[in-house]
């Protein structure tokens, strides 16, 4: 079972950063992959980023590139998400998710085991 907390949300002017983090609880976290989704007012959720656990790989959204770095803290059991150069279409509800890490498709949320209960990102014009 694998437990994850988001935290790190805020409200920020457009050309902002913030730092959102996920702590993960649970024996077999290390072996995971992790996800960032996100979700705005009336629009379905979205993949934004992802990192392996064997080598690191990440993946982004074609839109964050450039502007968000995912990492994550083996140590700490902690997956972040580094959000530069904010726009207010970035404004959405932000989950870190968990996922197995034999799963190849890791920008589709269906196939994440767990979810965080989420971390409000406003990005102010």
């Known amino acids: 079972q694998v437990q994850l907390v988001e935290s790190g949300g805020g409200l920020v002017q457009a050309g902002g950063s913030l730092r959102l983090s996920c702590a993960a609880s649970?024996?077999?976290?290390?072996?995971?992959?992790m996800g960032w989704f996100r979700q705005a007012p009336g629009k379905e959720r979205e993949f934004v980023a992802a990192i392996v656990w064997i080598g690191g790989n990440t993946d982004y959204l074609d839109s964050v590139k450039g502007r968000f770095t995912i990492s994550r803290d083996y140590v700490m059991n902690t997956v972040s998400l580094q959000m530069n150069s904010l726009k207010p279409e970035d404004t959405a509800v932000y989950y870190c998710?968990?996922?197995?890490?034999?799963?190849?498709?890791?920008?589709?949320?269906?196939?994440?085991?767990?979810w965080g209960q989420g971390t409000q990102v406003t990005v102010s014009p």
């Open positions: 998710a968990a996922t197995k890490p034999q799963v190849k498709n890791l920008r589709l949320g269906a196939t994440y085991d767990y």
């Open positions: 649970g024996r077999t976290f290390n072996s995971y992959a």
